[in-house]
């Protein structure tokens, strides 16, 4: 495995971000999922050092309030549409020209709104994604506010059970989580339009959190389905997902 580097920037708003990097060539961002990081998502199961084999500088975030990046506990830093907002800063910041995009559930619904709003990539991906969860994101932040709330409390075995753990192993600023969940809003329909360019939806055989990831791929012009094995949890863990991702931006 590389050792991918890490560098700190600060956007527009005072907040210190970092990014992990690994390899050279096209770039390619990546963005983890919710709770997560780069390093979980991207880096740790091999999947960055395979894409960057074929030729690319993989650039992997940590979204705001997630791993090395600034987790500040004023609302005013949480504004609608900040992860998107982040990611036109450091694709400015990094001056990138041509590049590809995507990234892996929250990751994937940030890559939906960044390109809906005028991100043109090359290429995109949206991993752990699916129809109903982009269209019902307000469900879904309900749920793991629901989960903060209740983060010593929960018995074992409840719905929310897993996601806690999950957060426990992440050492989770629960503060932070919780003003950039009140930020998300439903994802806008119109927004799939703008997936012109070829674009992968790749999701575990097992994984049904967000709905359906091959009604996602029907409801954009120019996209692919792509299965994987596991869960929304396990399929980050396996090499199956790198390789497809790698596969797919190389064609």
Same mark, same amino acid.
Request: charged share 25%; aromatic share 10%.
């Given at each position: 495995?590389?050792?991918?580097?890490?560098?700190?920037?600060?956007?527009?708003?005072?907040?210190?971000?970092?990014?992990?990097?690994?390899?050279?060539?096209?770039?390619?961002?990546?963005?983890?999922?919710?709770?997560?990081?780069?390093?979980?998502?991207?880096?740790?199961?091999?999947?960055?050092? $395979?894409?960057?084999?074929?030729?690319?500088?993989?650039?992997?975030?940590?979204?705001?309030?997630?791993?090395?990046?600034?987790?500040?506990?004023?609302?005013?830093?949480?504004?609608?549409?900040?992860?998107?907002?982040?990611? $036109?800063?450091?694709?400015?910041?990094?001056?990138?020209?041509?590049?590809?995009?995507?990234?892996?559930?929250?990751?994937?619904?940030?890559?939906?709104?960044?390109?809906?709003?005028?991100?043109?990539? $090359?290429?995109?991906?949206?991993?752990?994604?699916?129809?109903?969860?982009?269209?019902?994101?307000?469900?879904?932040?309900?749920?793991?506010?629901?989960?903060?709330?209740?983060?010593?409390?929960?018995?074992?075995?409840?719905?929310?059970?897993?996601?806690?753990?999950?957060?426990?192993?992440?050492?989770?600023?629960?503060?932070?989580?919780?003003?950039?969940?009140?930020?998300?809003?439903?994802?806008?329909?119109?927004?799939?339009?703008?997936?012109?360019?070829?674009?992968?939806?790749?999701?575990?055989?097992?994984?049904?959190?967000?709905?359906?990831?091959?009604?996602?791929?029907?409801?954009?012009?120019?996209?692919?389905?792509?299965?994987?094995?596991?869960?929304?949890?396990?399929?980050?863990? $396996?090499?199956?997902?790198?390789?497809?991702?790698?596969?797919?931006?190389?064609?």
């Amino acid at each position: 495995m590389n050792e991918a580097s890490t560098v700190f920037w600060t956007a527009s708003d005072g907040v210190q971000l970092a990014y992990h990097e690994v390899g050279q060539g096209r770039p390619v961002i990546l963005l983890h999922g919710l709770f997560s990081d780069a390093r979980m998502n991207w880096i740790k199961f091999g999947h960055a050092d $395979r894409i960057a084999a074929e030729g690319f500088r993989v650039i992997m975030p940590d979204l705001r309030a997630h791993g090395l990046s600034g987790k500040p506990h004023g609302e005013q830093y949480y504004p609608r549409g900040i992860l998107a907002r982040d990611l $036109r800063e450091l694709i400015e910041h990094l001056e990138l020209g041509e590049f590809d995009l995507g990234g892996f559930s929250l990751g994937a619904r940030t890559t939906v709104e960044a390109v809906g709003e005028g991100l043109k990539p $090359r290429r995109a991906i949206l991993g752990g994604a699916g129809l109903e969860g982009l269209r019902e994101w307000k469900r879904r932040k309900t749920f793991f506010l629901d989960a903060i709330a209740m983060f010593d409390t929960v018995h074992r075995g409840g719905p929310h059970w897993l996601s806690i753990q999950f957060m426990k192993s992440q050492n989770v600023d629960r503060v932070a989580a919780a003003h950039l969940l009140e930020s998300f809003e439903d994802t806008f329909m119109d927004w799939l339009k703008a997936f012109i360019m070829p674009t992968l939806v790749v999701c575990g055989s097992e994984d049904d959190d967000n709905g359906s990831a091959e009604e996602l791929a029907a409801a954009m012009p120019n996209a692919m389905f792509a299965e994987v094995p596991g869960t929304h949890m396990s399929s980050v863990t $396996r090499r199956e997902l790198g390789e497809t991702i790698a596969r797919f931006l190389a064609a």
